[in-house]
């Protein structure tokens, strides 16, 4: 064998060398770039998924709040009917025909006469409107005298100087009491569902 051969040989086994080498590195580049791909797309599937669920939750979160928010309108339109309601009644008892009020007014005076010993001096106060008729019907009990006026409705406000006792017999506190007595009727009646 000659130096050339030799040289030859040793030449044909580095070029074989280098195109394994060559291979290798480019099935080892093919693979990277493979896996590359593979986790390129997983993570772009990953995101996909959290934007996807990121958007549901928001909408989510829009959508109960809109609801939210409906409620809370619709419960401050009730509130603002029934007020009106309230209003209105509170406005029907300002106009009662007089006979009416004188009818009421008495029964409450009387009711409230059940409080006082009999013959206690005790004072009468109501609607500066009706100062007359409470001075009348004040006149039909022993000790009972109109003292002035009481911001209200209508009705009376009976005090004992000697028992410290006080009535509230107003059509505003009998109307408080009714009204919240009956409020899931009314309610019930007036949002009908």
Known sequence: MSLDNVVEDI??????????????????????????????????????AD???QIEQEREQALSSAKLEAK???????RDVLEDVRQRVKDELVELPSEKRETLTRTLLEDATTEFAEGESVSVYGRADDAELLEELADE?????????????????VEGADSRVRVNNTFDSVLAGVWEDNLKNVSEILFEQ
Do not use: P
């Open 51 to 53: 934007v996807e669920r």
């Open 11 to 48: 030449r044909d086994e580095a070029r074989a060398r280098a195109e394994e080498i060559r291979e290798q590195g480019e099935r080892r580049a093919e693979d990277i770039v493979e896996t590359a791909e593979t986790d390129a797309d997983e993570l772009l599937e990953a995101r996909k």
């Open 72 to 78: 809370q309108e619709r419960l401050e339109a009730r």
């Open 141 to 157: 009990y022993d000790g009972f005298e109109y003292a002035g006026e009481y911001d209200c409705l209508g009705g009376v406000v």
